[in-house]
C-alpha cells in the first residue's frame, strides 16, 4: 500500500514543468510549490515532466533541484524524481564504494535484490552498466569480501518468477535445507544461496512459515543462533526483505532516527524508494514494533521543507496539490 | 555478418500477411512462397508479420503453419518465425526436460548465455518465466547435476557490460587465476565462475589471449589437459561460445550433419539462430576448420522445402524474393 497521493485529475506534464520553472524564477526558490508538485506524482507521471521539462527549457530538471537547493531537502528530492532504476544503481554503487562496507552499506544491494520485482531489478543492472562502465555484478566480486560476496551476487542475478506457485513440498524440504546449513554452521552453502536467489518470492514466505512451523522458531531466530557474523546479520536482512519488506523499512526507519543525530541518507531512502509501494504497511509496522508513531518520529527529527516533503511523501504533507 | 538477405524496400507487414495467407490457402500449401517470404524477413519484420496476420485473420500464424506443414521444415520455419526470446526458452526448456542432459543438450544454455547479448538473455528469462511458470534457474537446479549446475547458473544469471572496456591487468590477473584452477584441478571454483559469469566478452577474449600468452597454450588445450569430464567439455563450450562463437556453430552444424543421419535439431538450432548474427562468418570458419564447404554440406545432408529454407537462411536460396 503505496503512501502516495496523487490528485484526480492529474495535471499535464507540461503544466507541472511550468509550475516548477515558475518556482526555481524569481527572488529565491519556492520549495513549498516544489513539494506540491513532485512530491504527488508517480514514477511514471514525473518520468513525463522531466522529459517534458528537458524539452521545453533545454535544461534539466535534475540539474536544476540540484543548483537550486541544498541539504537534506535537496537529496531527497533529487533522490525522488530521479529515474528510479538508476537511483537505485547510483544508491548499490554508493554502497560498494563506501570505505565501511558494514550491514547497513550492503543492506541496499539486498533491498534492490529483494524487495523489488524483477524487472525492476534487470533495470538497475542495466542503468548501472550505463552509469558506471562495468556491470554491477563485476564491482560486487572487487569490493565485497565472501562470504558476503556469493550471497550478494546470487540475489543481484536473480529473475524469479513474479506470480504466485507455491509448492508445500518444495517448502518442507527447503526449509529443511536451510535448518541443515544452520545446524553445521554452514549459512554460504550454494543450496542457501540457491534456494534464495531462485525461488519466487511466495514459494520463499511458504518456505519461511514451514521452517517455523517445523522447528519452532523463526527463520530469523534460527540464523541469529548460529552466530552473530556479518552474513548471519545480512541473511537477517533477506529474510526480512523477502518475508516483510515492510517490516525491514520500518526497522529502517527507526534505525536512522535513533540515537544522537540523524542518518538522513538511509531515512531518505526508506521512504523514496517505498512510498509508492509499502509505506503505508510499513508505518503499520512501525506502530507495531516501537510502539511509536513514524510519523511523529520522523517530524521530531526533522525540520522545515525537508520535514514538509518528507511527509508529504507519506502521504501528511501540507494540504493542497 | 548476418546471412539473411532482406528486399528492399522491404513490403509491408500486411502485404506480407496477405501473401501468407494465399500460400496457405486452395489445393496443397505453397511451402515456396512461404519460404520467400519468411526466409527474407529479420526478427523485427517478423515480429511485425505475426501481429499483423493475426489481426487480419484471428488466428495465430506460428499455429496456422503448424497445422499446413510437417517434418523437419516445419520444425525449421516455426523456430525461425517464432519471437526468438520464446523459442530460446522453449529451446533452454527441452535441453532442460531431456532425458539425458549431456553436453550437446547444455550447450543449448551456454549459446544462450554466452553468444547472444545481455538484453536477450534477459528476455529469454523473462519468457521462461511466462511459458514455464517458473525460473530457468529454477529448472537448473531441479534437473542439472553439480559441479555443471553452478557453472550454468551463474552464466545464465549474467548481465554483462555490453560495451568494450578492457584492462590488460585484470586479464593478467584473471588468466592466472584460472591456470591456477586448472592446474589444481579445480575447474568449478567459484573464481572461475566468477570470471566467466561477470566479465564483459571483449575483457573475457583478452584474458583468455593473455592465457594463451603467458603459458603457450590456448585456453581450450588447458582446459583438455585438465581432463575429459562434462565440466571440462562445457567449459570447452562456454570458451568458444565467448571467444568465438561462429567457431563453435560451425561445430554445431559439422557435428549435426556427420555420421549416420543428420541431427536436424541441432542443425535447425544453428542456422536459425545465427542467421541474423554471424552465420557468414560461421561458414568462413567451416571451411576453415573442416576444410569442406558448410553450405554443400547442408545440401548434401538434406533435401526439398527443408533445404530449401535453410540455404535460403544462408543467403544461397531460390532466386527472388
Redesign the interface.
Known amino acids: 500500500m503505496a503512501s502516495l497521493k496523487v490528485p484526480e485529475p492529474v495535471p499535464s506534464p507540461t503544466l507541472d514543468s511550468e509550475r516548477l520553472r515558475k518556482a526555481f524564477q524569481g527572488l529565491g526558490t519556492d520549495e513549498k510549490e516544489l513539494i506540491l508538485v513532485l512530491g504527488h506524482r508517480n514514477s511514471k507521471q514525473r518520468k513525463e515532466i522531466r522529459e517534458t521539462y528537458q524539452q521545453l527549457y533545454k535544461e534539466s530538471l535534475i540539474d536544476r533541484l540540484y543548483s537550486e537547493l541544498s541539504g537534506d531537502f535537496r537529496n531527497a528530492i533529487i533522490l525522488w524524481t530521479q529515474d528510479p532504476a538508476e537511483r537505485d544503481a547510483k544508491l548499490a554503487n554508493v554502497a560498494l564504494k563506501a570505505r565501511r562496507k558494514g550491514i547497513k552499506q550492503l543492506q541496499v544491494l539486498v533491498e534492490i535484490a529483494c524487495a523489488s520485482n524483477?524487472?525492476h531489478l534487470?533495470a538497475v543492472?542495466?542503468a548501472y552498466?550505463s552509469l558506471f562502465?562495468?556491470?554491477?555484478?563485476?564491482d560486487i566480486?572487487a569490493s565485497v569480501p565472501q562470504p558476503l560476496r556469493?550471497l550478494l551476487?546470487?540475489l543481484v542475478?536473480?529473475?524469479?518468477?513474479?506470480?504466485v506457485?507455491i509448492s508445500l513440498e518444495v517448502a518442507k524440504s527447503e526449509a529443511t535445507k536451510i535448518h541443515e546449513a544452520i545446524n553445521t554452521k554452514k549459512l554460504d552453502d550454494?543450496h542457501i544461496i540457491?534456494i534464495l536467489?531462485?525461488?519466487?518470492l511466495f514459494q520463499l514466505r511458504e518456505t519461511f512459515a514451514s521452517y517455523k512451523h517445523l522447528y519452532g522458531i523463526s527463520l530469523e531466530q534460527g540464523i541469529k543462533n548460529c552466530g552473530k557474523g556479518d552474513l548471519e546479520s545480512l541473511l537477517t536482512v533477506v529474510v526480512w526483505c523477502i518475508g516483510s519488506p515492510e517490516k525491514h523499512f520500518a526497522k529502517v526507519v527507526r534505525d536512522s532516527i535513533l540515537g544522537f543525530g540523524t542518518d538522513e541518507d538511509s531515512l531518505n531512502r526508506a521512504i523514496v524508494t517505498r512510498a509508492e509501494i509499502d509505506l503505508l504497511k510499513a508505518r503499520f509496522e512501525y506502530a507495531n514494533m516501537y510502539k511509536s508513531s513514524l510519523d511523529d518520529d520522523v517530524i521530531g527529527d526533522t525540520s522545515g521543507d525537508y520535514r514538509d516533503f518528507l511527509m508529504t511523501l507519506l502521504g501528511k504533507g501540507p494540504k493542497g496539490f
Chains 1, 2 share one sequence.
Open positions: 524483477p524487472n534487470v543492472r542495466q552498466c562502465g562495468c556491470s554491477l555484478e563485476e566480486v556469493k551476487l546470487g542475478s536473480s529473475y524469479r518468477y513474479d506470480k506457485a550454494d540457491w536467489s531462485t525461488r519466487n
